[in-house]
């Protein structure tokens, strides 16, 4: 995560390191204020085209998903996106749990 900034958590892992996003502007995976529903959709595009080549992409979610991170790209994936896993996440082990 070299320049995500909300990342200075994750600055001790190795990982971050062979982030393919680590010389990339940090705007392109933090949404500012004030974004457009085409910017955004623009921004997450050329964001995930980093993480397409990323080798850290699963490190990458894993960390925010265990985080709870609620802004920016991680691992290739939106918040929404992350939230979305998350319910799904959620839902699975609450059938498991009363099955
Ligand atoms: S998966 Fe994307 S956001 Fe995560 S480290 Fe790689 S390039 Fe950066």
């Known amino acids: 995560m070299g320049n995500h900034a909300p990342a200075q958590p994750c600055a001790t892992t190795s990982w971050r ?3 393919a996003c680590r010389h990339a502007d940090p705007e392109l995976f933090f949404a ?3 974004e457009t529903e085409q910017a955004r959709a623009a921004r997450e595009a050329a964001a995930k ?3 397409s080549d990323c080798p850290v992409v ?3 979610g894993d960390f925010a998903l265990g ?3 609620k802004t920016g790209i991680w691992g290739a994936l939106t918040e ?3 939230e979305n896993l998350l319910r799904r ?3 699975a082990r609450r059938r ?3 099955a």
Do not use: G, W
Request: proline share 4%.
């Open 58 to 60: 699963s490190d990458c």
């Open 89 to 91: 996440i959620r839902r």
């Open 17 to 19: 390191d062979r982030a």
């Open 67 to 69: 985080r709870r991170a």
């Open 49 to 51: 085209a980093v993480c």
């Open 96 to 98: 498991q749990a009363t």
């Open 80 to 82: 929404r996106e992350r």
């Open 32 to 34: 500012p204020d004030d």
